[in-house]
């Protein structure tokens, strides 16, 4: 059984900038990609980035250039950086890890992008 836990929501101005961690338990972690999604209200999930277990990454065209995931295998975890934040970046953000035909989501973190 995989958890994850997500941390480092808030609240931030435009063009602000927010560090999203997600911590998973178990040793499987590293062998495995993972991604970051995040839900509108509203809308549906949507990938933002994903990481591969060598380090690969990918993201939507909407956070390109803005945002940055990396992933510690020693330390089971995974970061979002968001930079520049946007309005429309306001949404809540799951990190999520499938193995085979599981797919594991973490509880979530609001992040709300107001001035």
């Known amino acids: 059984q995989v958890q994850l836990v997500e941390s480092g929501g808030g609240l931030v101005q435009p063009g602000g900038s927010l560090r999203l961690s997600c911590a998973a338990s178990g040793s499987i972690f590293r062998f495995y990609a993972v991604g970051w999604y995040r839900q509108a209200p509203g809308k549906q999930r949507e990938l933002v980035a994903v990481?591969?277990?060598?380090?690969?990454?990918a993201y939507a065209n909407s956070v390109k250039g803005r945002f940055t995931i990396s992933r510690d295998n020693a330390k089971s975890t995974v970061d979002l950086q968001m930079n520049s934040l946007k309005p429309e970046d306001t949404a809540v953000y799951y990190c999520?890890?499938?193995?085979?035909?599981?797919?594991?989501w973490g509880q979530g973190t609001q992040v709300t992008v107001s001035s």
């Open positions: 990481i591969s277990p060598g380090g690969g990454t």
């Open positions: 999520n890890l499938k193995v085979l035909s599981n797919d594991y």
